[in-house]
T-cell receptor, first 113, second 116 residues
Framework: LAKTTQPISMDSYEGQEVNITCSHN???????ITWYQQFPSQGPRFIIQ???TKVTNEVASLFIPADRKSSTLSLPRVSLSDTAVYYC??????????????FGQGTILTVHP | SAVISQKPSRDICQRGTSLTIQCQVD?????MFWYRQQPGQSLTLIAT?????????ESGFVIDKFPISRPNLTFSTLTVSNMSPEDSSIYLCSVVGGSLSGNTIYFGEGSWLTVV
């Protein structure tokens, strides 16, 4: 199953923009890049998904360059409540492995006052 | 988005016993999955719950230990059999649900099991 690489942890302060980069050198043509957020004692929550270029929603932006070997999740003006684990995943659209997610260790983001 | 309810949300279990976790979805979904998250670890896929047929297990997981049922398109159960302390984990149900931007994978809140 698909693997991604991302920093183990990051620290930030309230009001700052946070960018978390994920490496996925062997991404397949059918793979989308999906980011999830997980708070302690909760299941992962979908944040954003993209295939290439830039996607923005009310929570975050996702930048994927043309070669698609990496992606960057951008969280604008973080608050204390954004402290969580963030997972970057390759998500095969269609095919026999669709829906089967391979989670790495994720990035522990800690937002300080 | 799909709303997923899991029961129990938390339980303390005796070694050697079995516990069944339920996953109820508010809409019909084709694909349902079960994951495990051990303390301090990431999520690991246990199996795909197939409606009307036997579940498909990932490497390292077997039906005798984790029997799964999927009687219809909105419900599934995962049983953790003959539990040991190593089975203390969060067990999560996930589904592929439709959304405006395409299919999205949703997770339940998880069932926290502690085996003593």
């Amino acid at each position: 199953l698909a693997k991604t690489t991302q920093p183990i942890s990051m620290d930030s302060y309230e009001g700052q923009e946070v960018n978390i980069t994920c490496s996925h050198n062997n991404i397949a043509t059918n793979d989308y890049i999906t980011w999830y957020q997980q708070f302690p004692s909760q299941g992962p929550r979908f944040i954003i998904q993209g295939y290439k270029t830039k996607v923005t929603n009310e929570v975050a932006s996702l930048f994927i360059p043309a070669d698609r070997k990496s992606s960057t999740l951008s969280l604008p003006r973080v608050s204390l409540s954004d402290t969580a684990v963030y997972y970057c995943l390759r998500d095969a659209a269609g095919g026999t492995s669709y829906g089967k997610l391979t989670f790495g260790q994720g990035t522990i983001l800690t937002v300080h006052p | 988005s799909a709303v997923i309810s899991q029961k129990p949300s938390r339980d303390i279990c005796q070694r050697g016993t079995s516990l069944t976790i339920q996953c109820q979805v508010d809409s019909q979904v084709t694909m349902m999955f079960w994951y495990r998250q051990q303390p301090g670890q990431s999520l690991t896929l246990i199996a795909t719950a197939n409606q009307g047929s036997e579940a498909t297990y990932e490497s390292g997981f077997v039906i005798d230990k984790f029997p799964i049922s999927r009687p219809n398109l909105t419900f599934s159960t995962l049983t953790v059999s003959n539990m040991s302390p190593e089975d203390s984990s969060i067990y999560l149900c996930s589904v592929v649900g439709g959304s405006l931007s395409g299919n999205t994978i949703y997770f339940g809140e998880g069932s926290w099991l502690t085996v003593v």
